[in-house]
Structure formats: structure tokens, C-alpha cells
């Protein structure tokens, strides 16, 4: 039982690092384009020229 007296804050704060890290993405754009890296796989290098 005296485990739980370390558990639940460790886990309480990854949980929020988790939460911090998710909403500094959105923040910082990273699913702005979801559909570009799909299509830019897939175009030839030589056709930008």
C-alpha cells in the first residue's frame, strides 16, 4: 500500500507531461498538413526542377 504513495504522483505526472507534450504539438503546428508527407513520398525528385 505504501507503494501507491509513489505510484500515484509519478503517474499523475506523466499523464500531464503526456498532456503538455500533446498540446505544444498542436501549438506548434504538427497536423497542419497530415496529407502532405503521404503525397510527397510519392512525387520524383527531378519534377520540382
Excluded: C, T
Excluded at 499523464?15 to 506548434?28: P, R, T, V
Amino acid at each position: 500500500m505504501n507503494v501507491l504513495i509513489y505510484l500515484l504522483p509519478v503517474a499523475l505526472g506523466l499523464g500531464m507531461l503526456g498532456l503538455l507534450a500533446f498540446l505544444w504539438s498542436l501549438k506548434s503546428g504538427q497536423y497542419e498538413d497530415l496529407d502532405g508527407a503521404a503525397e510527397r513520398i510519392l512525387l520524383d525528385a527531378d519534377d520540382h526542377d
